[in-house]
Nanobody
Framework: QVQLVESGGGLVQAGGSLRLSCAASVKIFNINSMKWYRQAPGKERELVATITSGGSTYYADSVKGRFTISKDNAKNTVYLQMNSLKPEDTAVYYC??????????WGKGTLVTVSS
């Protein structure tokens, strides 16, 4: 079983930055993919960014050029650096593990609020 704990959310003004962290209870170096999702009030959960075991990254068009996903295998932690934040980035951000061996797991989320 995999436990994921997100942190780093908070209140920030538009144009500001935040860095989210997702600490995993297992070694992540060979996990197929780790992802950040977000869910805004009244909206469906959407995929924001993905990082694969090989370090390849993918981003939603809405965050491309502003967000960066990375990981530190030694710390078993995945990060989401969010720059140039916009009010429409306001959401609960969730960390996700999607692995053939481990399965699919979610963290409890961290709230990001961007004020205009």
């Amino acid at each position: 079983q995999v436990q994921l704990v997100e942190s780093g959310g908070g209140l920030v003004q538009a144009g500001g930055s935040l860095r989210l962290s997702c600490a995993a209870s297992v070694k992540i170096f060979n996990i197929n993919s780790m992802k950040w999702y977000r869910q805004a009030p009244g909206k469906e959960r959407e995929l924001v960014a993905t990082i694969t075991s090989g370090g390849s990254t993918y981003y939603a068009d809405s965050v491309k050029g502003r967000f960066t996903i990375s990981k530190d295998n030694a710390k078993n932690t995945v990060y989401l650096q969010m720059n140039s934040l916009k009010p429409e980035d306001t959401a609960v951000y969730y960390c996700n593990v999607d692995d053939i061996g481990w399965g699919n797991y979610w963290g409890k989320g961290t709230l990001v609020t961007v004020s205009s």
